[in-house]
């Protein structure tokens, strides 16, 4: 009987034992949240999310629901999209190297820095070239008007395979006569077009190029990042999802032409997972020489006072040269987001970074609730 009851309390203990729960991993809460928003938005077609998190030993991605809305294929991690305006980032950073390296100035006005013909249609436009300075062009205070013009609303309405020019849509954009005033914000692909040529004329080689180069794609593995159209797709590349615009009766990124912004303000094609390669290798000296280099990038252009908007939940955000900071009282952050839905973003205490894609770029996903979460998570 003693025997019996002894075989019984060791099963006890053993099955107590036995059915502990293992602790949940920071992956499996990144796959849950994942899940979670996927579940709360099926409207928005597909998720991808690529976490890098060193500190952590987080080198995680996933994706869920489809590539494409009609014939709902899976959506793949491994699948590249566009990155759209975040390119804006990967040029400022282009700039700054350039700076680094004694080739510019930040305070630099650009009568000198333009090509000669893009010089004589500003100064034929009435622009004032040695008044607008390259930190002016970065942060979006050159006093340009957008390049979202009467006759670009027209040609887009005709034909979305449409394929622009870089000089094109300069002129395009300076002939509407709507100069604003030096200083104040106004947010255009015009600056970044700008300063595109820029570097070509420091750099003697194809902006695209210079970029690839100066950023050290292939030092810090960004072997899935390309200009979709000037450079060829890299080899073995799996085939871009589709990303939509709702609003648009949704239309796709495989409906229009990649032309548009593809110099300088867009263009860059990418994975979840080189995104966020690129934001650690930017925030952890693997592309600048300098470490004051990035602090100058993310600060305000001089004389500004207060540029910070709220978001909500406690989050505060300012436009600076290329690239947006982000403060809480609990963590700091910066990245960029684009037109089809793609974001990536750095926590500076954590040391980590995500990329992420949506697939419906017009599904309202609380993306400062996202920012919060991922926080909590990898923290």
Not at 165 to 178: H, P
């Amino acid at each position: 009987m003693k025997l019996i009851k002894l075989f019984l309390i060791l099963m006890m203990v053993t099955g107590v034992f036995s059915c502990k729960e293992k602790p949940v991993t920071k992956e499996a809460k990144l796959q849950t949240l994942l899940d979670s928003i996927y579940k709360t938005h099926p409207n928005g077609v597909g998720f991808v999310l690529h976490v890098e998190a060193p500190n952590q030993n987080i080198s995680w991605g996933s994706a869920v629901g489809h590539s494409n809305r009609i014939t709902k294929e899976t959506l793949r991690k491994e699948q590249p999209g566009q990155i759209a305006s975040i390119t804006k980032t990967f040029v400022s950073a282009t700039v700054f190297r350039l700076i680094e390296n004694g080739k510019l100035n930040l305070y630099e006005p650009i009568r000198n820095l333009v090509p000669e013909k893009t010089r004589v249609l500003m100064i034929e436009n009435g622009y004032d070239l040695d008044s607008i300075t390259v930190a002016h062009l970065l942060s979006h205070r050159g006093g340009f008007p957008s390049m979202v013009t009467k006759r670009w609303r027209e040609i887009l309405k005709q034909n979305l395979k449409y394929s622009w020019t870089r000089g094109e849509q300069i002129k395009d954009a300076l002939l509407m006569n709507e100069r604003l005033k030096i200083g104040d914000f106004e947010y255009s692909d015009l600056n970044y077009s700008l300063l595109s040529e820029i570097i070509e004329e420091k750099t003697e080689v194809s902006f695209f190029l210079a970029m690839r180069d100066l950023l050290k794609f292939d030092e810090i593995g960004l072997n899935n990042t390309w200009l979709y159209s000037l450079e060829p797709d890299p080899k073995g590349i799996e085939q871009r999802f589709h990303q939509y615009k709702e609003s648009r009766i949704w239309v796709s990124t495989y409906d229009e032409s990649p032309t548009w912004g593809l110099f300088g303000a867009a263009g860059l094609v990418s994975t979840a997972e080189d995104l966020a390669k690129f934001s650690q290798a930017l925030n952890t000296g693997k592309i600048f020489d300098n470490s004051k280099t990035l602090s100058l990038m993310l600060s305000d252009l001089k004389g500004l006072d207060n540029t910070f908007e709220d978001i909500g939940q406690g989050l505060e955000v300012s436009m600076r040269m290329g690239i947006d900071f982000i403060k809480s009282s609990d963590f700091e952050m910066n990245g960029f987001n684009g037109y089809w839905g793609a974001s990536m973003y750095h926590y500076s205490k954590l040391n980590a970074s995500f990329g992420f894609y949506q697939i419906n770029a017009d599904e309202e996903i609380d993306i400062v609730k996202l920012f919060i979460e991922l926080n909590e998570i990898i923290e």
